[in-house]
Structures are given as structure tokens and as C-alpha cells.
């Protein structure tokens, strides 16, 4: 079941981060790792000696320039936060998130963000859910590495101990690169009607926006109806 989940590093700051992330996947027997951006060169010597032997992590890891080019295939994004934000997203738990997994049509990416800050609201609004780890609410900022072991250590846990069932004759859920091409859509017809009045407020607007239709799981179908809908208005 863990094939068809992917860890997703984005703008990691520090290599020792990235070597000991592997080792906590490989550990729970997790091998699919994206890596965004990364603010370091992947050759740096520190991180083959913290993976301590999870070089194969490393090695089928997939890089990409940006976070949307590395969710384009997925079905689900689960951005991990420990913190509130100001665009609310819907949070999930463990036990919908072994759901998610456990159907073999679903893709699915559990999402970190850098070191110092984690996710922002750029990355947040293209995912689907929030996922908060429990923690001490007085000290609740977790290491980037500990968090991923945490993460793949509980959906380890809960998969061994049982065997999910799921109707796999659910709708399909659209993956994220069709989402996207509506994002790019949308965002240039309003555009082309002056919607955004104030430049200045157009991201936050626009978050809001998608955050919007983040909300329903949309098939790649409904997707295409939605688009040919803003093409036909236009006209």
C-alpha cells in the first residue's frame, strides 16, 4: 500500500536533514521521496552518512524546480503544518489518510516544508488537507526529519496491524497537473475581466479561490466541465 504514497520535501535548508529523512522512510519501509527545490547541492557530503544506509532513498528520489511540477501526478496532497494559518483547510486524520493510501487508484503526497518556516500559503492552497502531528502545545516545533519518521512511522504501525478495504468503485479523483491547468484558466479570465481590482491583493484573493475548489474532490471530468464552462462564458 505504501507504493502509492510519496514524501515530498519542499525547500529543504539543511542536507543533514535530507539524509536523515531517508533513513526515517526506509525505516518504515516508505521509498518514494520528491525533493522541491532544495537550498543545498544534492552531492554534499553530509547527507549519504545520515541516510546510515538508506542510499537507495536517495538515489530513486525524483528532483523538481517547483512544488507544483512535483504534484502533478497525485491524486492527494496532505500538507503537514503544526501550526494555524490563514487559509483553513480541511485537516485529516491518520485513519483517512491510511483510507486514502490503502485504494491502489490513488496517488498520494505527504508534503514538508523548509526547516525554518514549513509550508506557506502558496503550497498550502494547492493541498487537500492539513495533517497536524501531536505535540507539546508549549513546544510544538518538530525537526524536519523527526516529523517524516513520525509520520511513516504511525501509517507503518497502523498498516501492519490491519488490513484496509476500500471501494474501489469511488470516483477517481482528478490529479493535481488538471487542477492546476484550471488554476492557470481561471486565474487569466479573471484577470482579462479586471476582477483582481488591487494587484496587491491578488495572491491572497486567489489563494482563497482555490482553496475553494481544494475543497471538493473534483474528478478529471468535472474538471473539463468546469473549464469549458469559463471558455464558454468568455465567448
Do not use: W
Not at 502509492?4 to 521521496?33: D, H, W, Y
Not at 488537507?129 to 526529519?145: E, M, Q
Amino acid at each position: 500500500m505504501k507504493k502509492s504514497c510519496e514524501i515530498v520535501l519542499v525547500n529543504t535548508q539543511l542536507p543533514e536533514n535530507l539524509g536523515s529523512v531517508a533513513r526515517g522512510m526506509l525505516n518504515f519501509n516508505f521509498e518514494k521521496l520528491r525533493i522541491v527545490n532544495p537550498k543545498f547541492p544534492l552531492t554534499h557530503e553530509k547527507i549519504v552518512p545520515l541516510s546510515a544506509g538508506a542510499e537507495k532513498v536517495l538515489k530513486k528520489s525524483k528532483i523538481f524546480n517547483s512544488f507544483t511540477e512535483s504534484i502533478n501526478d497525485l491524486n492527494y496532497v496532505i500538507g503537514m503544518t503544526n501550526r494555524f494559518r490563514a487559509i483553513k483547510k480541511k485537516e485529516i486524520n491518520l485513519e483517512k489518510i491510511i483510507n486514502l493510501i490503502a485504494n491502489k487508484n490513488n496517488s498520494v503526497g505527504l508534503v514538508f516544508g523548509p526547516e525554518k518556516s514549513g509550508l506557506d500559503n502558496d503550497h498550502i492552497s494547492l493541498c487537500d488537507y492539513v495533517f497536524k502531528i501531536d505535540t507539546n502545545p508549549k513546544f510544538s516545533s518538530l525537526n524536519l526529519s523527526h516529523a517524516v519518521t513520525i509520520v511513516c512511522s504511525k501509517v507503518y504501525e497502523i498498516l501492519a496491524k490491519t488490513k484496509k478495504t476500500v471501494n474501489l468503485r469511488d470516483k477517481k479523483v482528478a490529479k493535481k497537473n488538471d487542477l492546476i491547468l484550471f488554476y492557470k484558466i481561471l486565474e487569466k479570465s479573471l484577470d482579462e475581466s479586471n476582477f483582481f481590482k488591487v494587484d496587491e491583493r491578488k495572491k491572497v484573493i486567489f489563494q482563497k479561490i482555490k482553496n475553494i475548489f481544494s475543497k471538493t474532490e473534483l474528478t478529471a471530468v468535472e474538471i473539463r466541465t468546469l473549464i469549458s464552462i469559463i471558455k464558454n462564458l468568455k465567448k
